[in-house]
């Protein structure tokens, strides 16, 4: 027998078995991994409104708020939205939503882009992380808030007014530990009206004309904020101070003919903003004001100008739970003194309002919110050089989760 056969056959032989055992570990230590549409999750919601019950002025609109208010208002969709999400990478995660009813002019019911943006963390746990795209500008408590989880039917003036649509393009850094990104979860999971995870500090830069409009100058707005959610006992207080600064174009189609302004019809756009948030547990506040300087029409001059504007609000509520049914009463006051850039001829606002109302989730596929509002307000520009509204009305609302 040919000794070199004999040797090769006999280091098979002792060899083998490590081979095989080799072969399994390889075999079972690499599942395949799930291709990244399996790992997106799909959930929307939607709402119809009338607002008219009991109406006592139908010259008190607000445009900002809902296009139905006042006079030729009727049953309205308010929002329409299916939501994407997933984390298709260990460190990508991405949230795509769309809106079936949003408005182009006189038109209604126009699908458009709300948010479209992917987180990258940069540490294992994604604890660090950065966004890039379209989404929400970390600055407010309650614009960060999604409207499928607030209690009063529109965000309040002085806060909203900094960025129509609540968001804008850009690119912002966003850390948190871990244990406090799961409590941010879990108080919009369990229903306590959470902000969601916009991060313990945020700080980016976005174009500044507000959501789906480009970017109309070189100059980039800054924003920063810092918050943190402190647990007491069962209860979550969370204390937040954000800053954000640039320049705001008045564009071509947001002026009125013949009213003056600057030669470039840009203005310096600056807020600071503090923030404090308790969760209804069953007892909830939240309460946020905000001060700075942005362009205003003024009436006497005819003009566009840079000027102060401040103005918060408080919220408070109270959770009432019986068998599977959830009741939220809540009230809200507000004021502001200012201009809203993103309205025509960044029209002047002076506004104190009240509103009170009750949340009832029979089910978690459904709610009902009826609110009553009381309106004061002077909004004036170009074209109605003096108009100061007050009246109220009752408010319904019915929203679907899926």
Same mark, same amino acid.
């Given at each position: 027998m040919n000794h070199r056969r004999v040797l090769s056959l006999s280091t098979l032989l002792l060899w083998s078995p490590l081979f095989a055992a080799v072969s399994a570990q390889t075999t079972t230590a690499r599942p395949a991994a799930a291709p990244w549409y399996e790992k997106i999750r799909i959930?929307?919601?939607?709402?119809?409104?009338?607002?008219?019950?009991?109406?006592?002025?139908?010259?008190?609109?607000?445009?900002?708020?809902?296009?139905s208010l006042g006079d030729n208002g009727g049953f309205f969709i308010r929002r329409a939205r299916i939501i994407f999400?997933?984390?298709?990478?260990?460190?990508?995660?991405?949230?795509? %939503?769309?809106?079936?009813?949003?408005? $182009?002019?006189?038109?209604? @019911? !126009?699908?458009?882009?709300?948010?479209?943006?992917?987180? +990258?963390?940069?540490?294992?746990?994604?604890?660090?992380?950065?966004?890039?795209?379209?989404?929400?500008?970390p600055f407010s408590y309650?614009?960060?808030?999604?409207?499928?989880?607030?209690?009063?039917?529109?965000?309040?003036?002085?806060?909203?007014?900094?960025?129509?649509?609540?968001?804008?393009?850009?690119?912002?850094?966003?850390?948190?530990?871990?244990?406090?990104?799961?409590?941010?979860?879990?108080?919009?999971?369990d229903g306590y009206k959470g902000s969601g995870d916009y991060g313990v500090?945020?700080?980016?830069?976005?174009?500044? %004309?507000?959501?789906?409009?480009?970017? $109309?100058?070189?100059?980039? @707005? !800054?924003?920063?904020?810092?918050?943190?959610?402190?647990? +007491?006992?069962?209860?979550?207080?969370?204390?937040?101070?954000?800053?954000?600064r640039g320049r705001y174009v008045v564009t071509s189609d947001q002026r009125s003919t013949g009213v003056k302004g600057r030669a470039d019809w840009s203005y310096a756009d600056q807020r600071v903003l503090g923030t404090i948030s308790i969760a209804p547990k069953p007892f909830g506040l939240l309460a946020e004001y905000n001060v700075g300087r942005g362009p205003e029409y003024n009436t006497a001059r005819d003009s566009i100008e840079t000027q102060s504007l401040h103005g918060g609000f408080v919220t408070a509520s109270y959770m009432v739970k019986r068998g599977s049914q959830l009741f939220l009463p809540f009230v809200r006051y507000q004021v502001y003194e200012g201009g809203k850039k993103h309205e025509r001829d960044a029209r002047s606002y002076s506004v104190n309002d009240v509103e009170a109302g009750v949340e009832w989730q029979p089910n978690p596929a459904f709610e009902l919110v009826t609110e009553w509002y009381h309106g004061d307000r002077r909004f004036e520009d170009k074209l109605k050089p003096r108009n100061e509204q007050r009246g109220s009305t009752l408010r319904i609302q019915a929203q679907f989760n899926f």
């Amino acid at each position: 027998m040919n000794h070199r056969r004999v040797l090769s056959l006999s280091t098979l032989l002792l060899w083998s078995p490590l081979f095989a055992a080799v072969s399994a570990q390889t075999t079972t230590a690499r599942p395949a991994a799930a291709p990244w549409y399996e790992k997106i999750r799909i959930r929307g919601y939607s709402q119809v409104r009338y607002n008219r019950l009991l109406e006592t002025n139908r010259e008190l609109t607000c445009e900002q708020c809902d296009r139905s208010l006042g006079d030729n208002g009727g049953f309205f969709i308010r929002r329409a939205r299916i939501i994407f999400r997933g984390q298709v990478h260990p460190r990508v995660f991405i949230y795509l %939503q769309p809106d079936f009813v949003s408005s $182009a002019g006189t038109t209604g @019911h !126009v699908a458009q882009m709300r948010d479209w943006y992917a987180d +990258v963390g940069i540490d294992a746990k994604n604890e660090f992380r950065i966004r890039f795209g379209q989404s929400k500008v970390p600055f407010s408590y309650e614009n960060l808030q999604s409207s499928q989880n607030r209690l009063p039917l529109d965000r309040a003036d002085p806060t909203n007014s900094a960025n129509s649509n609540e968001r804008d393009l850009g690119a912002y850094f966003m850390w948190a530990p871990k244990k406090i990104r799961d409590r941010f979860a879990s108080l919009v999971n369990d229903g306590y009206k959470g902000s969601g995870d916009y991060g313990v500090f945020a700080i980016g830069a976005y174009n500044g %004309q507000t959501a789906n409009r480009p970017e $109309a100058n070189n100059n980039q @707005h !800054v924003v920063a904020r810092v918050t943190y959610p402190f647990a +007491v006992k069962t209860q979550v207080i969370e204390p937040s101070i954000a800053a954000d600064r640039g320049r705001y174009v008045v564009t071509s189609d947001q002026r009125s003919t013949g009213v003056k302004g600057r030669a470039d019809w840009s203005y310096a756009d600056q807020r600071v903003l503090g923030t404090i948030s308790i969760a209804p547990k069953p007892f909830g506040l939240l309460a946020e004001y905000n001060v700075g300087r942005g362009p205003e029409y003024n009436t006497a001059r005819d003009s566009i100008e840079t000027q102060s504007l401040h103005g918060g609000f408080v919220t408070a509520s109270y959770m009432v739970k019986r068998g599977s049914q959830l009741f939220l009463p809540f009230v809200r006051y507000q004021v502001y003194e200012g201009g809203k850039k993103h309205e025509r001829d960044a029209r002047s606002y002076s506004v104190n309002d009240v509103e009170a109302g009750v949340e009832w989730q029979p089910n978690p596929a459904f709610e009902l919110v009826t609110e009553w509002y009381h309106g004061d307000r002077r909004f004036e520009d170009k074209l109605k050089p003096r108009n100061e509204q007050r009246g109220s009305t009752l408010r319904i609302q019915a929203q679907f989760n899926f």
